[in-house]
Structures are given as structure tokens and as C-alpha cells.
């Protein structure tokens, strides 16, 4: 095997980007907490987010008035190999 070249940047190994840590011992309370209340939302197995928690993200992610009228004036739905039944060939 043959040494790098002098000079040349060395690849850092996995993980080595200097990113922190989102578990673990290296990771602050409030990151392990707010991690754990996400995998309650999206692991599999019970939830460990509580009932509370749960009511106010579903209030806090409904559309207001403003967006659903947005939706309607610029939202265009298409309907891939659709016809309408009076252009359908008659048997």
C-alpha cells in the first residue's frame, strides 16, 4: 500500500465532519428530549408523545382560512389518464 502524497487532504473517517451528536453523551438534555418526542411521533411502537402534546400539533398544522383559500386559486390537480365520460368510446 503507498503513503499519500505530500500535501494531499486525507478523507476524514465516518462521522468525522464535525457533526454533534444528537444521542448520547456528547448531546444536551433539551436534543435528547426534543429527539425523543420525535421518535414518539414517527418510531414504531407506542407513542410517547402525550395526549396534550398530540391535540396541539394537529390544531397547529391545520390550514387557516388564508391557505385553503390559496390552495383553491392556485392549486391545479391533475388526473393522469382521465376522460370524461361523455368523450369515453361507446360499445
Given at each position: 500500500m503507498t503513503a499519500p502524497a505530500e500535501g494531499a487532504q486525507q478523507r476524514p473517517g465516518r462521522?468525522?465532519?464535525g457533526r454533534r451528536p444528537?444521542?448520547?453523551?456528547?448531546?444536551g438534555a433539551d436534543e435528547r428530549e426534543a429527539e425523543r418526542g420525535?421518535?414518539?411521533l414517527v418510531g414504531s411502537g407506542s407513542?410517547?408523545?402525550s395526549v396534550g402534546a398530540?391535540?396541539?400539533?394537529?390544531d397547529a398544522a391545520r390550514p387557516t382560512d388564508q391557505d385553503i383559500a390559496e390552495a383553491e386559486r392556485e392549486l391545479t390537480i391533475v388526473r393522469r389518464n382521465w376522460l370524461p365520460r361523455e368523450e369515453l368510446p361507446r360499445r
Open positions: 462521522g468525522g465532519f444528537t444521542s448520547g453523551a456528547g448531546a420525535l421518535r414518539g407513542s410517547q408523545v398530540a391535540l396541539r400539533a394537529r
